[in-house]
């Protein structure tokens, strides 16, 4: 961001806004009605896990179709540690740092392939995986899953449990959009984007596009895999049936819908993967696998940015307000041939190019 | 710059207030305090009940999950036409069922629970065990009967662990004791080779069939052998079993495609035992005919529900009833594909013997007139099986009768020839 | 003494050989120039000293063979590639290419003072600095593109085709600030152009290739007075 007029006027602008959302999140949970709170719950759990997607796809441009699997797992070590009563800053750290470990050793693998040889070697996460877990009963309860219920309201706050459930996913999502915000718009975002845009150029200034590649995938899992703490931490149930991969291309739908390779996209992907089934069921239940495809079709001709797109024009007036500040450029007639995708394309939102 | 940020979270502000209000059922209120008065549970008045279904309608499952839903509405459907259903405390009541797409997620089959939960009296007949499994602890500690639910999974009928919750379908133990038991009291001396799906539902069945056959000294187990449900061939298993001569093979498997398989690999080995399939893997059309199962001596089954597609049962009273109520009522007008439509026509009858028998409108008072169904033949169910609630540890339907293919179709048997 | 030595480099684009035996030579600050038709090979020769295509025979810099080596180690090396397309950042505004350029130094005041050269070698990006690289003009664009290059301070930059697609006027600006670049700073030069006089005003010796073999190597002077030059490649 460059230059503003007043600098006072500015940090006012800075705060107000955060602490405004910040505000208003936490009073939202005390006001909805339960169901409200299940529901944004939810959205906080799948949205996290197409965040997850979005880095290693949207931002680095990497197909990953496995991304499930991490939830899984993350939801299968949280499930476990709950159950043998583990503490749950443990299993809370367990179930991060397992599918991170296990995405770092596939990208280690995957990542030197090009192109759809990752997608293949994705493609193969949740297949294995849901076998895996029928077979590792012990572990996972075999096909019938395992239960765990915990983040219950503690005594004394005189919450009920569903709020106090959704400020631990505000508290928790909220940390991880803030941390992945701030990276993707740092110095490793502009190093993802570059080798996302062309990997030769990226190492023709000495950046090694493998070496962000599994930097990439490895936080998508991290992140899957807290995605999946918040899914047993919500939903309280897993099975086999979470990693299927069906449910890696719902979350992969939900990227595109939402709009990849943006944050706020991340969020209305969630929204999507969460409140779309129940919308349709709404609709007609018999009808909710043709509703939600038509809703994908008809949003991605509508809107072929993802649901993102619709924030733009409010980015595009704070940077034309930019644009207008600075000395006019000369403009040679060959600069207009470029100019109208950097119009669309607000500095705080990059938006993957198709 | 001030305005476009404050008009951003005006923006927020209303998409939130905008899902507030589409998605806002009833607000916070306690366990029960219902609108009609009298203690009554939510979901029911003195003229109507409802009841919830999350089961998958789209998917894999799709098709006996829409069976799950339009057994039960038909019967409702017809008995609504008639007036309503009589319940214990005296009134006459209508039946609404709302049924939920969960396409077998268990995180939307949680969803479908969130949102029903307030309103419908009870939930009950969808199909899955981890669909339902996923709420299953929720509906313990909100209080919400998850009844006569399809899923052989043992843990719903178990009354300790599940308060609020009951099986409907024979446990996949329930199939292979039965199997077993036919087997023991043959008289004539076998040796059996198993194969079995190394999950919990080949084990359930395993554990079945040895429980019963424990201490039969006319029964050898000579071979034991598992596979992965994702296996994409079992002929390895068969031939090491057809070593092992036994003359009954006891097959566990889930997977059609595995069983025809099963059944040509063996004739191939010109191996000719006689088999054990379960429930799910025995259909004449899918299964028996293209595995070639004509060559074999016999094939057994075993089943509580009369088919409708068979002739034996063309011109049963029971059979014209409900084929004439899944049409106009339960919105299903083929003929019924899955065994499921009839079950879940069953589910309904065993509800208005309960409701029969509740003295007060309450979930509690639900369960425990639900508990106490002796023996009651529901329509559709084949002689020798009924619906008993009342002992523990078993579900809703805990006994099958062993049938033999014809040829054609299963026919009931009651010795091992 | 040498910097860079190509002795018999072959290169496949899949089945097609592209280059069949190239050779090449450039002296510690010097420029050589390569020329050619289309196809013949000269962006290809760019690509494997680069390591973007992978090569056969020797490729020696800096005394040693640096063939096999990943693209990303070569240019840690200091070999700087400004590709055909430019490949600049769209997305990313003027002053973050050039940082992006200057990705493997940790030099933060040597970095700010290079880019303060840079913008005063291309006077045009010191006015778009806070615009984004897609929407400048193609002369722009091909000046930041060798600006970012010379953010990672290499030893030898590689020029592909500078001048394609730009006005005469534009081209010889570029010619012009890369001459002076080479001047000022020294480094040394491998520029591929298929405009020779422009070529001949940047470069001290220059080779031709032909369906990837040298046909032609000289200086610029021996080489600028010759008819088969003149006819083949300036349109004379």
Redesign the interface.
């Known amino acids: 961001m ?1 230059s ?1 007029p007043s600098p006072r ?2 940090s006012w ?1 800075r705060w ?2 955060p602490l ?2 910040v505000v ?1 999140l936490a009073v ?1 949970p005390l006001v ?5 709170n ?3 719950a ?1 959205i906080g759990v799948f949205a996290v896990a197409v965040l997850g997607l979005n880095l290693v796809m949207g931002y680095t441009g990497q197909v990953s179709l496995g991304q499930i699997f991490f939830l899984g797992l993350g939801a299968y070590v949280t499930a476990y540690g709950v159950s043998n009563d583990w503490n749950i800053v443990v299993v809370f750290v367990l179930a991060c740092t397992i599918p991170a470990v296990v995405g770092l050793l596939v990208a280690l693998a995957a990542a030197r392939l090009g192109g759809l040889a990752i997608a293949m070697v994705t493609v193969a996460l949740p297949i294995v995986g ?2 895996l877990a ?2 590792l ?1 012990d572990y996972t309860g ?4 395992l ?1 765990a ?1 915990f983040g219950d309201a503690p005594e004394g706050t005189g919450l ?1 449990d569903d709020q106090w459930r959704l400020y631990l996913v505000l508290a928790i999502g909220g940390a991880v959009f803030l941390l992945t915000r701030n990276l993707v718009r740092g110095k490793y975002g ?2 993802f ?2 080798v996302k ?2 990997e ?11 070496r962000y590649k599994v930097l990439a995938f490895t936080l998508a899992s991290l992140i899957g895999g807290v995605s999946g703490f918040l ?1 047993m931490l919500v ?8 990693m ?1 991969f ?2 890696s291309i719902q979350l992969l739908a939900a990227m595109v819908i939402g709009g990849a390779g943006s944050i706020l996209g991340s969020i209305l992907g969630g929204a999507y993967y ?2 779309v ?2 919308l ?2 709404l609709v007609d ?2 009808l ?2 043709l509703l939600q495809g038509a809703t994908l079709l008809v949003v991605l001709f509508v809107l072929p940015g993802g649901l993102a797109s619709l ?1 733009r024009p ?1 980015g595009r ?2 940077r034309s ?3 207008r500040r ?2 006019t ?7 207009t ?3 109208g ?2 119009a669309e ?1 607000p ?1 705080t939102e ?1 938006q993957g ?1 198709p | ?2 305005m ?2 404050r ?3 005006a ?3 209303a998409v ?1 207030s905008a ?2 209000l589409t ?6 209120e306690g366990g029960g305090g219902g609108a009609s008065g009298g203690g009554a549970s939510p979901g029911i008045t003195d003229t109507a009940v409802k009841l919830g279904i999350s089961t998958p ?3 894999a499952t ?1 098709g006996p999950g ?1 069976c799950t839903v339009a057994g039960v509405t038909a019967y409702f459907g017809a008995k609504n036409a008639e007036g309503g259903v009589a319940f214990g405390d005296g009134k006459t009541r209508t039946v609404e069922i709302e ?3 969960d ?6 089959a ?3 629970y ?2 029903l939960k ?1 309103d419908v009296f009870a939930m009950t007949a969808g199909l899955g ?3 339902n ?6 509906a313990i500690a909100d209080e919400v009967p998850q009844v006569l639910v399809m899923t052989g ?1 043992p ?1 719903f009928s178990d009354t300790e662990e599940s308060p609020w919750q009951l099986g409907f379908v024979p446990i996949y133990q329930n199939e292979g004791e039965a199997f077993g038991k036919l087997l023991a009291s043959s008289g004539g001396a076998h040796k059996v080779a198993i194969l079995s799906q ?4 080949g084990a359930g069945y395993v554990e079945g069939f040895k429980s019963a056959v424990e201490g039969a000294g006319n029964v050898q187990i000579v071979g034991e052998l598992t596979y ?3 296996d994409t061939s079992v002929d390895a298993q068969i031939t090491q079993l057809a070593a092992s001569g036994a003359d009954v093979i006891f097959n566990a498997m889930s997977v059609t495609p595995l069983t025809v398989s099963a059944l040509q690999k063996a004739q191939q080995l010109n191996w000719l035992p006689r088999w054990f399939l379960p429930s799910n893997t025995s259909s004449p059309g899918a299964v028996v005919e293209p595995g070639g199962g004509a060559a074999f001596p016999a094939i057994y089954s075993v089943s509580f529900a009369k088919a409708p597609a068979s002739p034996a049962f063309a011109e049963d009273e029971d059979v014209r009833t409900y084929l004439a109520a899944l049409k106009e009522h339960g ?1 299903y007008p083929d003929a019924p594909a899955f065994p499921h439509c009839q079950w879940s026509w069953m589910v309904g009858a065993t509800l208005e013997q309960a409701f029969a028998k509740m003295t007060a409108p309450t979930r509690e008072d639900f369960m425990r007139a639900l508990r106490s169904i002796e023996n009651f033949e529901a329509p559709l169910m084949l002689p020798g099986t009924a619906v008993s609630t009342t002992e523990a540890g078993q579900p809703a339907v805990p006994t099958v009768v062993v049938q033999k293919y014809n040829g054609k179709g299963y026919d009931t048997v009651e010795a091992f020839e | 003494m040498t910097l860079l030595e190509l002795e018999d480099v072959t290169a496949f684009y899949g089945p097609v050989q592209v280059l069949e035996g190239v050779s090449l030579s450039v002296p510690e600050n010097g420029a050589v120039g390569i020329l050619g038709a289309n196809g013949a090979g000269k962006t290809t020769t760019l690509r494997a000293i ?3 295509v992978r090569a056969g025979g020797r490729i020696v810099f800096d005394g040693k063979d640096i063939r096999g080596t ?3 180690r ?3 090396l200091g070999i ?2 400004v ?1 055909e397309g430019r ?1 600049t ?5 003027v002053r ?1 290419n050039l ?3 200057a ?2 130094r940790k030099d933060r005041k040597g970095i700010a003072s290079d880019i303060d050269y840079c913008l005063d070698l291309f006077p ?1 990006l010191q ?2 600095i ?3 690289a ?8 091909q000046m930041l593109a060798v600006a ?2 010379i ?2 301070k290499p030893r030898l930059l590689l020029l592909d085709e500078a001048s394609l697609g730009l006005a005469p006027s ?1 081209a010889k600006a570029v010619y012009d600030a890369i001459r002076r670049l080479r001047v000022e700073s020294g480094i040394a030069m491998v520029v591929v152009e298929q405009n020779a006089n422009l070529a001949f005003t940047l470069v001290d010796s220059a080779t031709v290739l032909e369906t990837g073999r040298n046909v032609l190597t000289g200086t610029s002077a021996e080489l600028r007075g010759m008819d088969e030059i003149r006819r083949a490649y300036l349109g004379g």
């Open positions: 460059a503003v006027q500015r602008v107000a806004g405004l959302l208003v939202l909805f009605p339960e169901s409200v299940e529901i944004i939810r849901v076998p029928k077979r009963s075999g096909s019938q899953g239960s219920r009920y502009r190093v984007a570059i845009k062309n030769n150029v990226a190492s023709s200034v000495g950046i090694s596009p493998y899914y939903i309280q149930y897993t099975s086999p049936e979470t299927s069906g449910h969460v409140l089934p129940q349709t069921n239940p018999s909710t696998a924030a409010l007036g704070r307000s930019h644009d600075g000395p450029p000369p403009i040679t007639p060959s600069a041939t470029g100019s995708t950097a394309t500095e990059r190019h | 710059m001030n476009h940020s008009s951003r979270k923006l927020g502000i939130a899902l507030a998605l806002a059922g009833c607000a916070r309608l789209s998917g799709a829409t049924a939920l797409d396409g077998y997620d268990p995180q939307r949680k969803a479908n969130d949102s307030g065990t981890p669909t499994r996923a709420w299953r602890d929720a999974d843990l190394n999950d919990d539902y992965e449900a994702t919105n | 680069s390591a973007t990943r693209p990303d070569v240019a840690a700087a590639h590709p490949g950042f769209g997305d990313l505004s973050e940082r992006v350029g990705y493997l045009n006015d778009r806070t615009s984004n897609s929407a400048l003009s193609g002369g722009e664009q970012r290059a953010m990672s534009t």
